[in-house]
């Protein structure tokens, strides 16, 4: 029997922008750990319906989640990526500029809380943000995600699940406790509205009050 995920993946034509990335990161050997497919969809949506202008993703791999973020962007929007590694942001470059999103994308090199400790030094705001770098980073992450953001900003965190280590009790490595923090705050915290899916690897949905 297929699983959920996999049968509704399977409605789906392919998408020739989305093939290419993954054809790409594959040649490249990078790590196969891009969004889930439709986690991508929904990404896209949610810059859509949010009207979002200013995007800011953290982790960006080969461009496989810019592509869905910058596909929901309006005209005159933008996205903001902190990747670690200049060659994975070189290829999601490429990839972006092969789906004709390259001129709405800027990549900032190396780690990501250094890269959000200079964001947040130069006043910059943004009002949609998808956390999708090292585990242990989510909770610095969020904090920074929420010191940067408009008011009603929508921030989206991927694997909230760790492929079930989250929810497994004999884990407690540090990867395990950040996400179960991370998990914890987004339910939580108050100055948050949220929600927690859980297909595929689990994504978290909040919005900043
Ligand atoms: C899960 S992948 C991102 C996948 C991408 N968002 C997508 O769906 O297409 C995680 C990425 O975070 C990057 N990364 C890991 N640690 C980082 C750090 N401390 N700062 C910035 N990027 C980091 C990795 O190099 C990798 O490209």
Do not use: W
């Not at 090199?109 to 006043?123: F, M, V």
């Not at 770098?133 to 909230?160: F, Q, S, T």
């Amino acid at each position: 029997m297929l699983r959920n995920e996999q049968y509704v993946d399977s409605l789906y034509e392919a998408d020739a922008d989305l093939k290419r990335t993954k054809e790409g990161i594959a040649a490249a050997g990078m790590p196969d750990i891009s969004v889930a497919d439709g986690y991508g969809r929904l990404l896209t949506m949610l810059v859509s319906l949010s009207k979002a202008q200013k995007i800011l993703e953290i982790g960006a791999l080969g461009g496989y989640s810019g592509i869905c973020l910058a596909r929901g962007l309006q005209a005159g929007g933008s996205l903001v990526s902190l990747e670690l590694l200049q060659n994975y942001a070189d290829l999601a470059k490429t990839h972006m500029e092969a789906a004709g999103l390259g001129g709405k994308v800027e990549y900032l090199i190396g780690d990501a809380k250094e890269s959000l400790a200079e964001l947040k030094a130069a006043g910059k705001k943004f009002d949609f943000f998808f956390i999708d770098a090292d585990k242990e980073g989510y909770p610095v992450y969020l904090e920074y995600a929420i010191e940067l953001a408009e008011p009603g900003a929508v921030i989206v965190g991927d694997n909230i699940f760790l492929r079930g280590r989250t929810t497994d009790p004999a884990k407690a490595g540090p990867s395990v406790q950040a996400v179960r923090s991370f998990n914890e705050t987004i339910a939580a915290d108050n100055r948050l509205m949220s929600t927690l899916l859980p297909g595929y690897d689990g994504l978290a949905i909040a919005i900043v009050k």
